[in-house]
């Protein structure tokens, strides 16, 4: 197969490869969601921190050729309805790239997109194999070669997060207005508790993080 499957992280962060992102709609929550990442939550940490646009992964590891069209790829991709995302809970990973996340309900039209997008962009890579890999269950820090686990970051960092970092994060997300629900209720996203739909987006994750959002190679709203 001429895909890597080393995908290390669930955001990008290898030498030759994109990421393929979901980004919110414009409006009230990707601003709450980009105040958090850029100001309101590295003063929190000890340490140095990236800065980013909130997205949620939809697969990694995607070789970088001159040959892709990946607008061609995106446009390809067959839709079945706008993905639903559904905020369930803050977690701490052990990995740089999810040390702080606000993790996803895995709804079916997430799940859908998933496996559509991924079977699509990596080369080699069957419905089948995408499917199997959308319904496995791990941890965010592990995500990306193990299992599809759905997180928007919120902090990128190497070291671990205290316990008193840990209330402070809770404290600003739940200030900041948005919703987490560890069940699945269903029904209409409430309010600062997720999105419906969003962008597609390929990014060019071999730059620094914080050229990211300046390095998207192709785009689709869906």
């Known amino acids: ?86 905020f369930r809970r803050i977690r701490y990973g052990t990995a740089f790239w999810t040390k702080i996340t606000i993790e996803i309900h895995k709804s079916t039209s997430l799940k859908s997109l998933a496996v559509a997008a991924r079977s699509a962009i990596l080369p080699g890579y069957t419905e089948e194999e995408a499917r199997c890999w959308v319904e496995k269950y791990t941890t965010p820090a592990e995500s990306g070669q193990e299992g599809f686990i759905p997180h928007l970051s919120l902090v990128y960092y190497g070291e671990e997060v205290e316990g008193s970092v840990r209330l402070g994060v809770g404290s600003d997300v739940d200030d900041a207005g948005v919703v987490l629900e560890e069940v699945d209720g269903g029904g209409d996203v409430k309010g600062m508790g997720g999105w419906v739909g969003g962008k597609l987006v390929v990014v060019d994750t071999t730059k620094r993080v914080e050229q990211w959002k300046d390095s998207i190679l192709a785009e689709r709203v869906l």
């Open 1 to 86: 197969m001429a895909v890597k499957r080393q995908l290390v992280d669930g955001d990008g962060g290898d030498d030759d490869i994109a990421s393929l992102w979901l980004l919110p709609p414009p409006g009230a929550l990707s601003t709450i969601l980009e105040t958090l990442i850029s100001n309101t939550l590295p003063p929190r940490i000890p340490g140095p921190v990236p800065d980013f646009q909130p997205h949620i992964t939809i697969s990694s590891g995607i070789p970088l050729t001159s040959s892709t069209d990946f607008q061609n790829v995106l446009d390809s991709i067959t839709i079945q309805e706008p993905p639903v995302i559904r």
